[in-house]
């Protein structure tokens, strides 16, 4: 009967530490994709700001266990990297920034056209 409540008294405090990182790990990922979310939501009426451009650097990072937002945002960037652009050019970048979006839906960020975008709905 010792044993047992030795070990209780051992076990338990190291398995509630676990779980109460775990779930602080889990909470900050979160918090960190919202922080990028809004970030990239104020960017779109004020265009690019130093903030969107650091949000828009984070995203592999931030959303590494995503990869539907790592594939898109590779294609949005590969499309940023043109050197000396025309004004097509340009007008074709600022169209890719409008036409996609980023939000929440059910705890995952997806890209999805903008016009579909509702923000009442969220």
């Not at 939501?41 to 828009?56: D, F």
């Not at 294609?75 to 652009?85: A, H, S």
């Not at 409008?98 to 960020?109: A, P, R």
Request: aromatic share 10%; charged share 25%.
């Amino acid at each position: 009967m010792s044993i047992v409540n030795l070990i209780a008294i051992v076990v338990i405090p190291i398995v509630a530490v676990i779980i109460g990182q775990m779930l602080q790990n889990r909470a900050q990922k979160r918090n960190d994709k919202i922080q990028i979310f809004k970030i990239l939501m104020t960017g779109r009426v004020y265009g690019w700001t130093n903030e969107s451009v650091q949000a828009l650097n984070l995203l592999e990072i931030v959303f590494a266990d995503d990869k539907a937002v790592c594939k898109q945002w590779k294609v949005y960037y590969d499309k940023l990297c043109v050197e000396n652009p025309t004004d097509t050019e340009l007008s074709k970048i600022k169209k890719e920034k409008d036409t996609y979006l980023i939000f929440k839906d059910h705890n995952h960020f997806l890209y999805v056209p903008a016009e579909l975008f509702d923000a009442n709905k969220y």
